[in-house]
């Protein structure tokens, strides 16, 4: 994808995020703690997958250690088998993607049989998004969750169409953001963390009523809707007409959302995402008030992006002279020193 590659960060591919010596001003790499808290949960380092991106991180062991990321964050699991939506199902963009996959998906049992068992075995922390039409689905799916080998995190995917509510996306509406954030928080033996949609008018007022019901962290952001028109054929380019758009194009406001959200709820723990490139991209995120970071769109042109942004991030706070990761938790919220 060009938009993407036409980003020039190439500085850490070929380098082993567990081997970095070197100095910078008299801080290595090497001594930099990298190690982060997210929603209770202890990780080795704050870059993960984010949902969608490489279904249950299978797909990319060719490139990267799946145990080597703080987390893997599936692919949204259903409760039932689904063939997704008509194709075409993807469209570039200027600096990004449009996706209109339709949550895809071998749905639970298959889940549980292959997928998680092949994460736990390889030692990898996982993240497991959850997706369903109805409250119910979301309990059930928690329920089934509940004690697997492997599983870190719950990840609620409220960003889907409210089958109760007309089609009314859950993230969209407070009360029922909060309706499934508590139904899941019921059957679930792990944290929970509620992913939400920018789409909103006041994302900060989603945030405190999905807290407010239990969330133990959040996942930010989910895609922006958006559409491309095929101008030969006078036609929405994408069979489903919307899509999720992704990619660096959409960084700023997945930094203002964080920005503004840990301004207000500042305990809160979060997972930020949304175009993340570099090492760079995943400072601006955690100086924002990210606790840790999700890497998705990239890995389309770049395998290998999660552990490249980790060493690149390593090496940007050695360079800081930043002993410790959490030190930089919400930094740019602080006065800056004189």
Do not use: Y
């Not at 020039?8 to 010596?21: A, C, K, L, V, Y």
């Not at 969608?52 to 990267?64: I, T």
């Not at 449009?98 to 990898?124: K, V």
């Not at 939400?196 to 900060?204: A, E, G, Y």
């Amino acid at each position: 994808m060009m938009p993407l590659a036409a980003h020039d960060h190439e500085s850490g591919i070929r380098e082993n995020p567990g081997s970095h010596t070197h100095d910078h001003g008299g801080t290595s790499d090497a001594t930099v703690d990298m190690v982060t808290t997210l929603a209770g949960t202890v990780l080795p380092n704050p870059v993960l997958t984010a949902s969608g991106c490489a279904a249950a991180g299978r797909e990319l062991a060719p490139f990267l250690d799946p145990a080597a990321l703080g987390a893997v964050v599936t692919k949204s699991v259903l409760l039932r088998p689904r063939s997704g939506r008509a194709t075409p199902r993807m469209a570039e963009t200027p600096s990004g993607m449009l996706n209109s996959i339709g949550l895809q998906g071998p749905g639970i049992d298959a889940f549980l049989e292959h997928d998680l068992p092949w994460l736990a075995a390889r030692g990898a922390r996982a993240v497991v998004s959850i997706a369903g039409g109805s409250v119910e689905e979301f309990a059930e799916l928690a329920r089934r969750l509940a004690g697997a080998p492997g599983l870190a995190l719950l990840e609620v995917n409220i960003s889907c169409p409210n089958v109760a509510s007309r089609g009314q996306v859950f993230a969209c509406d407070p009360l029922a953001a909060a309706d499934v954030v508590r139904a899941v928080k019921a059957e679930s033996g792990v944290p929970v963390l509620a992913k939400l949609s920018p789409d909103v008018t006041d994302i900060v007022a989603i945030a405190g009523s999905c807290v407010e019901a239990g969330a133990d962290g959040l996942s930010m952001i989910n895609t922006l809707l958006g559409m491309v028109i095929d101008t030969d054929t006078f036609r929405p380019v994408l069979a489903g007409v919307t899509g999720g758009l992704s990619g660096p194009a959409i960084r700023p406001v997945a930094v203002r959302c964080v920005w503004q959200v840990h301004a207000a709820l500042p305990g809160v723990p979060i997972l930020g995402m949304g175009g993340i490139l570099s090492g760079l991209d995943a400072l601006q995120f955690l100086l924002a008030g990210a606790s840790a970071v999700s890497v998705g769109t990239a890995v389309f042109h770049d395998p290998s992006a999660p552990v490249r942004v980790l060493a690149e991030l390593r090496t940007e706070l050695a360079r800081r002279g930043i002993t410790r990761l959490s030190d930089v938790v919400g930094a740019a919220h602080r006065e800056p020193h004189r």
